[in-house]
């Protein structure tokens, strides 16, 4: 699985981005699929997660209420919707794949494959 992240960008407080992660390979289907991020001088920290059905998703508490995580298995995509951006999200996005596929985790070390990032920067 070979996978590429994209739509970032710089932004005000307040404002939306959508992030994009697009794969190659008929495997990304059946795999689960998260979206961390890491901040400059800071440890790479999850942000949130989908299966590989889509049917069940987990946020980090930062995220929860106002990102939304979805995939298009037909177009091998999944997207992070970022609502009322802060300062504090500033960092680069990765997403990656956990061939676990139904069960969400939260640690780095789980996910086999990663995209490139992305940057998000959000100022204030």
């Known amino acids: 699985v070979q996978l590429q992240a994209s739509g970032g960008g710089l932004v005000q407080a307040g404002d939306s981005l959508r992030l994009s992660c697009a794969a190659s390979g008929r495997i990304f289907s059946r795999t689960a699929v998260g979206w961390f991020r890491q901040a400059p001088g800071k440890e790479r920290e999850f942000v949130a997660a989908i299966t590989w059905s889509g049917g069940t998703t987990y946020y980090s508490k930062s995220a929860k209420g106002r990102f939304t995580i979805s995939r298009d298995n037909a177009s091998n995509t999944v997207a992070l919707q970022m609502n009322s951006l802060k300062p504090e999200d500033t960092a680069v996005y990765y997403c990656?794949?956990?061939?676990?596929?139904?069960?969400?985790?939260?640690?780095?070390?789980?996910?086999?494959?990663w995209g490139q990032g992305t940057q998000v920067t959000v100022s204030s």
């Open positions: 990656a794949a956990d061939y676990s596929g139904g069960i969400l985790r939260d640690k780095p070390y789980f996910y086999e494959h």
